[in-house]
């Protein structure tokens, strides 16, 4: 079995891009997280601690939806640079074990979404008898 170098290379632009899009989110959830924090800190509301408490479990997925998405990237790179020296099953492998981190990292984001999903479904319940 032979894998040429520009395969893993193919991954470059697909995990840079979901990168970005991680990073995104991080900063999104981070700047509602201060602005709820502050909510709090003027009333002491449980909904807002279960709202933070539900953010911060986004936040640690997306912190490994990021880690898992890094290490895809850096092995596809090690693969790259295996498969140059000739160290052919050894880059197959390693380039196997960065499509597996990615395949986590994008299951990580599933559940992420899903839980932001719920999240905002349950908040908008009250207006469901309005419309």
């Not at 040429?4 to 997280?33: C, D, G, H, K, V």
């Not at 895809?72 to 197959?92: K, N, P």
Request: net charge positive; glycine share 4%; charged share 15%.
């Amino acid at each position: 079995m032979t894998l040429s170098i520009e395969t893993p290379a193919l991954l470059f632009s697909a995990t840079s891009l979901i990168l970005l899009a991680y990073t995104n989110r991080f900063l999104t959830i981070a700047q509602i997280i201060r602005s709820l924090k502050k909510s709090y800190d003027e009333e002491e509301s449980k909904l807002i601690l279960l709202e933070i408490k539900n953010l911060n479990l986004r936040l640690t997925l997306i912190r490994y939806m990021q880690l898992f998405g890094v290490m895809c990237l850096f092995l596809s790179v090690f693969a790259m640079l295996l498969l140059f020296l000739g160290h052919q099953l050894t880059g197959i492998y390693l380039f196997g074990l960065s499509l597996l981190c990615l395949l986590i990292s994008l299951g990580l984001s599933f559940w992420e979404i899903s839980i932001s999903v719920k999240a905002l479904r349950l908040h908008l319940s009250d207006l469901n008898d309005k419309y």
